[in-house]
């Protein structure tokens, strides 16, 4: 099993056996140059995989599932059960409803779209010759992966977690998730990952920035590969940011300012996340060892003569 990489078309190296498409929107265009070709090479997949797992809450995925059909390809699709939409698996609250039979599929992570992804692991399972109660009920026990909700760490009464979410419809998913989780008051580092996604999601991301009870803090754009766009920062999405009331954003010179913001802003009972698919991910622990050292300030010392 592995995740195959859309982002320099490396994915169609392969002929899966089972392919699974989550959802598909505008993204990595430096390499695919129009949406266009994105979704033509979606549908290249589709088509050189054996059986396709489809989530046709997507109207794209819908789409290539259908065309994918149409060619000759097995598809099995899922869909939120509220959606109204037809599909070989309907995902409810607690459980997924499947050849007539409703099987309960608990997740240990919070958010309903870790439910629409559990299922479709579980259709892909179940393809491969799993049994489907045993499939379901793993589960519940799976911790997930690594910088997905990752808890990382507690100190000073804060919890600090991990999360690779770098496109707009992920990161208003992740809070989403976290309010879902009864998580309170947020504060979000969030670290924009290369300056042509920035470009075309600002307002994207701030829209999904924007949310209730959370000081959000912004690094500078990790550009990785690419070279810097004039005029393209973390302040073009600042500018789309609409703060409610109660909440704020900063934006930070560098990741280490950045994680003192987050970390200074945090109080007993919040939960700081670190975002992005850059190196914002080291700034949890730098989160965690300045919270660390407030916590050790802030205890009394012992008595050396009691």
Do not use: K
Request: charged share 20%; aromatic share 4%; with cysteine.
């Amino acid at each position: 099993m592995l995740e195959a990489d859309e982002s320099d078309g490396s994915f169609l190296r392969y002929s899966p056996e089972v392919a699974i498409l989550l959802n598909i929107e505008p993204d990595h265009l430096d390499h695919h140059g129009t949406v266009e070709n994105l979704h033509r090479a979606f549908g290249d997949f589709a088509a050189q995989s054996r059986t396709v797992v489809a989530c046709v809450d997507d109207p794209v995925v819908r789409g290539l599932a259908d065309r994918a059909r149409a060619a000759g390809t097995r598809v099995l699709t899922y869909a939120t059960a509220s959606s109204g939409l037809e599909a070989d698996a309907l995902v409810g609250g607690t459980t997924v409803t499947h050849a007539g039979r409703e099987v309960p599929l608990m997740v240990s992570s919070p958010g309903h779209h870790n439910r629409l992804n559990a299922t479709a692991a579980w259709l892909a399972a179940i393809e491969m010759g799993a049994d489907p109660a045993a499939a379901a009920a793993s589960f519940a026990s799976f911790a997930g992966t690594g910088r997905r909700y990752q808890l990382r760490g507690e100190a000073a009464g804060v919890r600090v977690i991990d999360d690779y979410a770098h496109h707009p419809t992920e990161v208003a998913a992740l809070l989403r998730a976290a309010r879902d989780g009864g998580v309170g008051r947020m504060v979000v580092l969030f670290q924009p990952a290369l300056f042509t996604r920035t470009q075309m999601h600002a307002e994207g991301f701030g829209r999904a920035l924007s949310v209730a009870d959370t000081a959000v803090v912004l690094a500078p754009v990790h550009g990785d590969r690419e070279d810097p766009i004039e005029g393209v920062t973390s302040a073009s999405i600042a500018a789309h940011a609409t703060m409610p009331e109660g909440s704020s954003l900063v934006l930070a010179d560098d990741l280490e300012e950045a994680a003192r913001l987050a970390a200074d802003l945090a109080r007993p009972g919040d939960t700081v996340f670190t975002v992005g698919s850059g190196t914002v991910t080291l700034a949890a622990d730098w989160i965690l060892q300045r919270l660390a050292t407030r916590e050790a300030a802030a205890t009394p010392a012992e008595d050396s003569d009691g």
